[in-house]
């Protein structure tokens, strides 16, 4: 029988703390309301923030946010050779960017809250109270094995088709004697703290998950790292020490750790602590061909944050989106409350689907569109604006020179009830409306061979000779009738439709004369307030220029 005490004062002789004190340094979270949820947001900080992390913390931080209780950030950095420099801002910038918003946790500046530290290199002290605890109960032990020794357990389980894995027979060190250990320690052979399975694989633990439903999982057998060499912990036992220090009631996260659930739930047993409740959320998915498939980093940009912001997409488009995707009543909730602030929404994790997410382009640019149609024309400037800053400067320039025709251009077709649906991304707003400015109008489109230049150069000699800018609207277009009727055109399509060949063309041609040479393009807002935007002189001036081009 080995002496647990000789043992834990030999490997962990500096722990000074008790589970106790760790208690009381974190007491139960007071004051909130019944039913409060809080959740982390628990990322590596690799650098790559992408779409899953979205799900993930939209998912948390509606939960959280809607029962009245709290999210925090954790930054597991366990792992240090995946870290990144600058990793942690960059998360925190993106995630804020989306409106995703701690409550608690690490911050650029450091760590704000009592629950910290919030970044688990910093924990190391925490961490090793509960490895001492494991290893003084029995239900851990070090382990010496080399990766050399590893390998050779991997191979021979290869050629016997047993499984893999560090468990029962395999785990060398499991039932070593204690003269052994200190015989290694001696050497001073590095070693890794190992949890002591009692599970077996014949056996299946029921477990309720919130988005899966019930599951039936089998049982842990490995003895699984619980401190790496360094005396860092695995992401394993970190969590498990995290969450219930930190008061964790819920936690979301990725369902490629479905697979270590069981693992988990065990480590929260023999700690004598009650788990959290889990929500595994399935992977974003895309149409390949006919199949689906996971998202994946190396073969598409769309998984990455930064692509919905270089691609000019704003931030309610991409958060409406992923609200679409999570919650199957979102739409129908849009439809019947289309002016309502997004979060008033009633979220519900019951709606996901357990089987993941199909990421459909083109319905996140259908949902753009009606997002951007329903925002009044200074909020769209300022969108386009705030994008053209970092990706088309010469735009920025151009829309902050004369910032008042740009707001009324936006505001054409705003409003009301039908709204027009021109922009989906804020890259748009160029070829929309960029004419307006000298500097980066141009004819972009000709006229159809079908008309003769001098019929179309009567039609905008006539239009310059009676432009009255102070005609309304009817007056305006009763004007360019007049214009079509006097010069061989026919002013009412019907007309026309029946006798097409009896005329040069329609009032629809006139117009388009007039829309190319003002705007440089067959499509565009409505031409009467783009001339009165533009101004009497600007629009003769570029007629002019048509006519004697
Ligand atoms: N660090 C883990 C990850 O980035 C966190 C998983 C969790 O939320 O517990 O996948």
Known sequence: MIDYKELSALLFPDVTMTEDDVEKMFPQREGLPEGAVISRMAPSPTGFVHLGNLVQGLTSERMCHQSGGILYLRVEDTDAKREVPGAVETLIESLSHYGICFDEGATVDGDNGSYGPYRQRQRKDIYHVFAKKLLLEGQAYPCFCTEEELTAIHEKQEAEKANFGYFGKWALWRDRSIEDIK????????????????????????????????????????????????????????????????????????????????????????????????????????????????????????????????????????????????????????????????????????????????????????????????????????????????????????????????????????????????????????????????????????????????????????????????????????????????????????VYKAEPEKYKGSIADVSMFLRVAVTGKMNSPDLYEIMKILGKERVLARINAVIGG
């Open 183 to 494: 015989a290694a320690l001696a050497e001073g052979k590095p070693w890794v703290l190992r949890f002591r399975s009692e599970g077996s694989i014949e056996n299946k633990i029921k477990h309720q998950d919130l988005i899966k439903g019930n599951l039936e999982v089998t049982e842990n057998d490995i003895d699984h790292v619980l401190l790496k060499s360094d005396g860092i912990p695995t992401y394993h036992f970190a969590h498990a020490v995290d969450d219930h220090f930190m008061r964790t009631t819920h936690v979301v996260r990725g369902d490629e750790w479905l697979s270590t659930l069981p693992f988990h739930l065990q480590l929260f047993r023999a700690l004598g602590w009650r788990a959290p409740k889990y929500l595994h959320i399935g992977p974003l998915m895309k149409m390949d061909g006919d199949s689906k498939r996971k998202l994946s980093k190396r073969k598409d940009p769309e998984l990455a944050l930064t692509y919905y912001r270089s691609e000019g997409f704003p931030v309610e488009s991409v958060y409406e989106y992923i609200m679409t995707v999570l919650n199957s009543n979102f739409e129908e909730w849009r439809r019947a409350n289309p002016d309502s602030p997004v979060d008033s929404f009633k979220f519900s994790h019951k709606k996901m689907n357990p089987a993941g997410s199909l990421f459909d382009y083109a319905k996140l640019c259908d949902v753009s569109k009606n997002v951007v149609s329903r925002m009044s024309a200074e909020k769209v400037y300022d969108g386009v604006l705030d994008w053209a800053e970092e990706f088309d400067p010469c735009f920025a320039e151009a829309l902050k020179s004369d910032k008042e025709s740009a707001v009324r251009a936006f505001a054409i077709g705003r409003g009301g009830k039908k709204p027009r649906k021109d922009l989906t991304v804020w890259a748009d707003a160029k070829g929309y409306m960029g004419f307006i400015f000298d500097s980066i109008y141009r004819i972009e489109d000709v006229y159809p061979e079908s008309f003769a230049k001098e019929d179309i150069n009567a039609v905008l000699s006539a239009f310059c000779a009676s432009y009255d800018e102070t005609a309304d609207q009817q007056a305006w277009f009763d004007n360019l009738k007049a214009i079509a009727d006097s010069l061989g055109f026919c002013s009412d399509m019907k």
